[in-house]
């Protein structure tokens, strides 16, 4: 059974995410800010994280809070695997993500590309390489 936690701080952002990741061999964990993201991550027993990039933090909204949560859940687990979603995508911060060791960066808006079918896919990836790297089946 795999546990992902979805740090979102937007309701119906988070219904969806909820909606098009939850499966039989999941549990759902969530998190309405980087703060408490952060909480669940130093309690360990998580195997993926959904993050959204702009969250609030001690009630202010911060335009990069996900990275915040890549970094704890790194210095957590390096094996833990995170991916950072946002409608704020660009270059730079994409290119950061990555080089912090997010397993994925994905654009909520793109213009070719339908969103929940790639989350998705990216999700049982992330998953998969988590369990290859525990030596899971």
């Not at 970094?71 to 390096?78: E, G, I």
């Amino acid at each position: 059974m795999s546990r992902i936690l979805l740090a979102e701080d937007d309701d119906e952002q988070l219904r969806l995410l909820d909606v098009n990741i939850r499966s039989n061999d999941r549990v759902i964990v969530v998190a309405r800010n980087a703060p408490e993201a952060k909480e669940h991550i130093n309690r360990g027993e998580l195997d993926l994280i959904v993050a959204d990039l702009r969250m609030d933090v001690d009630g202010r909204p911060d335009k990069e809070a996900g990275l915040a949560v890549l970094r704890a859940a790194k210095r957590q687990d390096r094996d833990l695997q995170v991916i950072i979603v946002t409608n704020y995508a660009t270059p730079e911060i994409s290119k950061a993500a990555m080089e912090e060791g997010a397993f994925e960066f994905l654009d909520r808006n793109p213009v070719s590309i339908d969103f929940w079918p790639m989350l998705r896919a990216k999700v049982d990836l992330a998953i998969r390489f988590r369990n290859l790297l525990q030596g899971r089946p």
